[in-house]
């Protein structure tokens, strides 16, 4: 059994930082699987679908704004990975390997065997499965703040700093859901 990790929303001024696991069925059925950044969101939506009628195993996990600010956001995204992981009790001895898009590995996942792959959302199908429905449910997550908080966008920019978005920020100020210690929100405090 091979399980696929991303996270998503590292860069964004808002919001938590999502991660997903996912174990996918050999062989997978699921065509046009990549890394979530290179697909349409009517092609992401799709897949996502796919994804959780298809998988062996999916978990999603979260760490929130509060966390990131506290911890800093790569430790806030290893934290997340971890948890989604965690979430799958999937029995490590049963797990070939654990594959991490990006350079490093989680602390808390020191019992599984772990691989780190850089540009792994691009080339392992379980990575780019996580990544897709990491990338969906933090996207939904991001249009139910801006029902939240209308003024700043987060339904067109999901949170990122965008030129509208710091227009926003600037008139109005940081809110709830803004990462505090990122230094464009930092710079307003």
């Given at each position: 059994?091979?399980?696929?990790v991303d996270e998503?929303?590292?860069?964004?001024?808002?919001?938590?930082?999502v991660?997903a696991?996912?174990?996918l069925p050999e062989p997978?059925?699921i065509?046009?699987?990549?890394d979530?950044k290179?697909l349409?969101?009517?092609?992401r939506?799709r897949?996502?679908a796919?994804?959780?009628?298809?998988a062996?195993?999916?978990?999603?996990?979260e760490?929130?704004?509060?966390?990131?600010?506290?911890i800093?956001?790569l430790?806030?995204?290893l934290?997340?990975?971890?948890?989604a992981?965690?979430?799958?009790?999937?029995?490590?001895?049963q797990?070939l390997?654990?594959?991490i898009d990006?350079?490093k590995?989680?602390?808390?996942?020191?019992a599984y065997r772990?691989q780190?792959i850089?540009?792994?959302?691009?080339?392992v199908?379980?990575?780019s499965a996580?990544?897709?429905?990491?990338k969906v449910?933090?996207?939904?997550?991001m249009?139910?703040?801006d029902?939240?908080?209308p003024d700043?966008?987060f339904?067109?920019h999901?949170g990122?700093?965008t030129?509208?978005?710091l227009?926003?920020l600037?008139?109005?100020g940081?809110?709830?859901?803004h990462r505090?210690?990122?230094?464009p929100?930092?710079a307003l405090?």
């Open positions: 059994m091979i399980v696929g998503v929303g590292r860069g964004p001024l808002a919001g938590s930082v991660a696991a996912v174990i997978c059925p065509i046009g699987l990549a979530s290179q349409s969101e009517k092609k939506l897949l996502d796919e994804i959780r009628r298809y062996t195993g999916f978990a999603i996990a760490v929130s704004v509060t966390e990131i600010d506290q800093n956001i430790q806030a995204s934290l997340a990975m971890t948890r992981v965690k979430q799958l009790a999937a029995d490590p001895e797990v390997a654990v594959m990006g350079n590995i989680p602390q808390g996942l020191h772990c780190a850089i540009g792994g959302d691009a080339m199908p379980a990575i996580a990544s897709i429905i990491a449910y933090r996207d939904r997550l249009q139910e703040l029902t939240l908080y700043y966008g339904a067109r999901k990122y700093g030129a509208m978005h227009a926003a600037k008139s109005r940081p809110c709830a859901v505090k210690s990122f230094a929100v930092a405090l």
